[in-house]
């Protein structure tokens, strides 16, 4: 297939139409609808069906709409050489994914980068319950910033940092006077963060080890909000040392053998080519040195 088709199969997969296809082609829905027939017999496969008043995709051109566009898109850089990306110019919005814990202590020095080199891009910010979603695939996120544990299996990964949680206290709380042994931390009254309300974690596999069961008193979806809450009572909270001291909280070790957190970046390979996708990576890497 030459790569005239590649761009007219590109156009057609991602438009679901032959007209809207048509006019971004710049050519008429008569002629383009003669192209589809042709990759039609290429692939062997009908792509494109009629569904009421609109048209969908089968099975196997879902399989081909990524990949043709990566290749088109790889074409085309290559074909286009001498183009530099300047990000002043830039007028864009990406989406990235990440937790309340880590947006608090990136966004700052992100958008720090951004408004410096790139007034007209636009930072949004989505939930965290698209986590462990399609959401990269489908490109309603550009880039996902955390532990990364449940990726699509053609999703493009990066490190950042290695961070790690400390124990997070009111001042004038009983455990800022003194060591904080397993015993004590295990006594004292917990908040766990977790957006399915799992009160159960590794820290809580430790304390058995030691033969030791720490009381959760609140479960809640929110970094933020167990810092709040954390603020203004006895509980004991677990952050990162850059959350815990900007919501004014005395931190401490936790008095157990925790696993770092290994933060990474990840993003969806269609944006390989994108100049603009991988200056943002670059600005992330930067933003992230110094988190803690």
Do not use: Y
Request: proline share 6%.
């Amino acid at each position: 297939m030459d790569l005239n088709l590649l761009v007219a199969l590109d156009a057609l997969l991602r438009e679901q139409s032959v007209t809207r296809a048509a006019e971004q082609l710049q050519t008429s829905p008569a002629a383009l609808s003669r192209t589809l027939g042709r990759i039609r017999r290429i692939l062997r496969d009908p792509l494109l069906v009629r569904a009421g008043q609109r048209m969908v995709l089968t099975p196997r051109a879902v399989e081909l709409r990524d990949e043709v566009h990566a290749v088109v898109e790889r074409s085309r850089a290559l074909l286009t050489p001498g183009n530099e990306f300047d990000p002043a110019t830039l007028t864009r919005a990406f989406t990235l994914q990440t937790s309340d814990l880590l947006s608090g202590a990136l966004t700052p020095a992100l958008l720090s980068l951004v408004a410096e080199a790139a007034p007209g891009l636009v930072l949004r910010f989505a939930s965290e319950f698209v986590e462990g979603t399609s959401a990269l695939r489908d490109g309603t996120v550009d880039v996902e910033v955390g532990v990364l544990d449940h990726l699509d299996p053609e999703t493009r990964t990066a490190p950042l940092t290695t961070m790690r949680l400390v124990g997070a206290v009111r001042p004038g709380h009983p455990l800022t006077r003194g060591p904080v042994t397993a015993q004590r931390f295990a006594a004292a009254a917990h908040v766990s963060v977790s957006r399915r309300g799992k009160a159960h974690g590794p820290v809580d596999d430790r304390l058995a080890e030691l033969g030791l069961r720490r009381r959760v008193a609140v479960v809640l979806p929110s970094h933020a909000t167990a810092l709040v809450l954390a603020r203004t009572t006895d509980l004991v909270c677990l952050a990162t040392e850059s959350a815990a001291q900007h919501a004014g909280l005395h931190t401490f070790e936790v008095p157990l053998e925790l696993p770092p957190l290994d933060i990474g970046m990840a993003w969806h390979p269609r944006n390989d080519v994108d100049a603009a996708h991988r200056w943002l990576l670059g600005l992330l890497r930067k933003a992230a040195a110094d988190l803690r």
